[in-house]
C-alpha cells in the first residue's frame, strides 16, 4: 500500500501523514527531510547553497544515517533550513540525485527500528507525480498561504525559535514560489490526486476527508 501526500510548506502534511502511517501500521518516508539534509550540509561544509555540483555530491554521498545525524542539528527546521533545501531541490542534477533512495524506499518500507513495513506513507512535494506515480492513493493538501505561515510561525515560538509573523510570511512565499516555479518536479497535484484545501479545517476535519478514501481501496 503506498500513499502520497503532497503539498507546500505547513499544510498540514506531516501531521497527517504521521498520523496516517501510525494508524495503518505503514512506514513514514518525510522526502523533505533529504533535500533538508543537502542544504544543510551545504551550509555546514561552507558551500555556496546554489553550486549545482558541489549540492549534487552531497546529495549522491547521502545515507539514511548521515540524515537522521543532520536531523538533530538546530537549524535542520528551522527557516534558514527551509531556504537552503528549496534552493538545492532546485537544481536538477540534486533531484536525479535523490531519487533513487527515495523510490528505493518503496521496495522495502522499514520503520524507524528497521522492522519490516506492508507499504508507505510519502510525504513531499513530488511524490505522487515523480516518486511514485504508480501509488495507490494521492493526496495534496493545500492552505492559504497566511494560514500556514501562520501555523509555521506558531511552531517555530513553541520550539523557542526567535522570529516575526511576517519574516515566516516571506519566507514561505519566497519557498512556494521557488517551488512552483522550479524546471524539474515543480510543486503541483498529479492529475489524480485528491486536493484538500485545509484552510478551515482541523487535523480532525482533514483526516475524516482521507480515512474513508482509505478504507474504500484498500
Ligand atoms: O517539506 P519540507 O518543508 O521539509 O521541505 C523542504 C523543501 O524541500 C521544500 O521547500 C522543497 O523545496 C523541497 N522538497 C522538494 N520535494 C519534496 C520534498 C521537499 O522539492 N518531495
Known amino acids: ?10 499544510a498540514g502534511k506531516g501531521t497527517v501523514s504521521a ?27 561552507q558551500n555556496d547553497v546554489n553550486d549545482e ?18 536531523s538533530k542539528h538546530k537549524d535542520f527546521r528551522s527557516d534558514i533550513g527551509g531556504q537552503a533545501a528549496s534552493i538545492v531541490s532546485a537544481h536538477p542534477k540534486v533531484r536525479a540525485a535523490l531519487l533513487k533512495m527515495q523510490q528505493n524506499f518503496a ?22 507525480t515523480v516518486v511514485c506515480p504508480e501509488a495507490e492513493l ?7 498561504t497566511e494560514v500556514r505561515a501562520q501555523r509555521r510561525y506558531k511552531e517555530f ?5 526567535n522570529t516575526t509573523y511576517e519574516k515566516v510570511l516571506q519566507d514561505m512565499i519566497s519557498r512556494d514560489e521557488r517551488d512552483s516555479s522550479r524546471a524539474t518536479a515543480p510543486l503541483k497535484p498529479a492529475d489524480d490526486a485528491v486536493i484538500i484545501d ?7 476535519q482533514v483526516l475524516q476527508k482521507i480515512i474513508p478514501l482509505i478504507e474504500a481501496r484498500f
Open 157 to 161: 515560538i513553541q520550539k523557542g525559535m
Open 19 to 45: 498520523y496516517l502511517a501510525e494508524k495503518y501500521k505503514l512506514a513514514y518516508f518525510d522526502t523533505g527531510m533529504v533535500y533538508r539534509a543537502v542544504g544543510l550540509q551545504m551550509i555546514l561544509s
Open 53 to 70: 555540483n558541489k549540492a549534487e555530491q552531497i546529495a549522491m554521498e547521502l545515507s539514511f544515517p548521515k540524515m537522521i545525524e543532520l
Open 138 to 144: 494521492k493526496i495534496f493538501i493545500t492552505a492559504s
Open 107 to 128: 521496495l522495502n518500507p522499514t520503520f524507524a527500528d528497521g522492522s519490516p513495513a506492508k507499504g508507505v506513507v510519502y510525504d513531499g512535494r513530488d511524490t505522487g
Open 198 to 204: 485545509t484552510s478551515d479545517l482541523s487535523i480532525n
Open 1 to 10: 500500500m503506498i500513499i502520497t501526500i503532497d503539498g507546500p510548506a505547513a
